[in-house]
Nanobody
């Protein structure tokens, strides 16, 4: 059974930091990209950051320079270091893992709440 388990969310004051973690298990094939998305109330889910298997990274415009995505050595864990948090970063953050074989498979975590108080 495939599971992506996230941790590290919570309540923080504006200007503070949080570190999210996500570990994937039960995936038989090599994971290609891993990413973090977020969804704020009344808004669409948006890409926060993505990292490839070769550790190439890309970020959504609003978080560049403040957030850093990284991957564990085993390539099944992804982290999101969030600094200089703003109230507009408040959202549910979801971990995503992509496996590409004969088809593309997307796997999602259950989401972790990040609340930034101003």
């Amino acid at each position: 059974q495939v599971q992506l388990v996230e941790s590290g969310g919570g309540l923080v004051q504006a200007g503070g930091s949080l570190r999210l973690s996500c570990t994937a298990s039960g995936i038989s094939f090599s994971i290609n990209n891993m990413a973090w998305y977020r969804q704020a109330p009344g808004k669409q889910r948006e890409l926060v950051a993505i990292i490839t298997r070769s550790d190439t990274t890309n970020y959504g415009g609003s978080v560049k320079g403040r957030f850093t995505i990284s991957r564990g050595n085993a390539k099944n864990t992804v982290y999101l270091q969030m600094n200089s948090l703003k109230a507009e970063d408040t959202a549910v953050y979801y971990c995503n893992a992509v496996v590409v074989g004969s088809a593309r498979y997307d796997y999602w975590g259950q989401g972790t709440q990040v609340t930034v108080s101003s």
